[in-house]
Structures are given as C-alpha cells and as structure tokens.
C-alpha cells in the first residue's frame, strides 16, 4: 500500500490558471484567425471576444503568462522526483448543478498537471454529510499512467 505525505503547493492555482487562459486565447487568436475572417457565424460571440481578448493582450503580460506556465511546470516535474504522485482535489467546491452558474475558479488545480504536461487521473469521492459529491485527483511523473490507476484503485480500496 501507498504512503501519503502532506506536500505544500508551490504555486497559485488562480494565477496559474489565468494565465494558461491568456495564453489559450493568444493562441486561439492567431490558429483560429482565418477561419474566423471566413466565417464568423461558425463560432459563437462569447468564442470570438475570448480570441480577440488574446489578439489584443499586451506583449508583457503574455510573456509573463509563458514564463510562469514554464516555471510552475518546471517546479511540478521536479517536486515529482520526490514523491510517486501528488494527490490532491479536482476542484476547490463540491459538485454543483447542471443549471447552476460555473465557478471562475473551477479549473484552478486541474490546470497543474496541463500546464506541467503530465498525466491525471479524477475520481469521485462521495461526501461524508451525504451532499453533493466531491472528486480527488492524482497527478504523476511523465509516462505514469498505469501507476495513477493503481494507486486510484488503491484508495477506492481503502474507502470501501
């Protein structure tokens, strides 16, 4: 069986998260630029303002977006060295309706493991009061896969 050890996070998921966004729209900008001047009605409005946000970001701050997804992924890769996997929630709140609005900050520690360009593997995890249901995940070192499938099969054994 595994051993789990506390681990201190070495970055700001919401900062993190941004700036992959930043950097998503930049890039959606520039790949999508042509098919857009084609057709616009192809793609939605609220699509088109993200990529024009990304067509009009500053230069500095798209720079800093690049080195801090560079940096984080780097600190990620390495802290890996260290420990198996990293466990630790999908999102920072429970499960939440279909017709409920979306958190801004839903995606903030699955961004981690996309921005480090590791493997993850979420799971459920039923909630102890009996409400919604939450989820855990297991991000691992590069090529990993199999491992984080046992160890998420270890703890759904252990919950059992």
């Known amino acids: 069986m595994s051993r789990i050890v506390p681990f201190r996070a070495g970055w700001e998921p919401g900062r993190l998260r941004r700036a992959g966004l930043l950097v998503c729209e ?5 790949v999508l630029a042509d098919a857009i001047e084609a057709e616009p009605e192809g793609f939605s409005a609220g ?26 992924g780097a600190w990620t890769r ?5 420990v198996d996997a990293l466990l630790m929630p999908t999102a920072p ?3 939440f309706g ?3 609005p979306v958190p801004a900050d839903q995606a903030d520690l699955t961004a981690l ?4 360009g590791l493997p993850a593997l979420a799971f459920p995890l039923p909630a102890p009061d009996g409400g919604a ?7 691992g070192p590069p090529f990993s896969e199999m491992r984080l499938i046992g160890l998420a099969r270890e703890l759904s054994e252990a919950r059992a």
Do not use: K, M, W
């Open 47 to 72: 699509f088109r303002a993200l990529l024009d946000y990304g067509r009009r970001a500053p230069a500095p701050r798209l720079a800093e977006a690049y080195r801090l997804l560079a940096e984080t």
């Open 26 to 30: 930049v890039e959606g900008a520039v």
């Open 133 to 139: 249901p939450c989820s855990a995940q297991i991000v």
């Open 78 to 82: 390495r802290a890996l060295g260290a």
């Open 98 to 100: 279909h017709d409920a």
């Open 93 to 95: 709140q429970r499960a």
């Open 113 to 116: 493991a996309n921005v480090a």
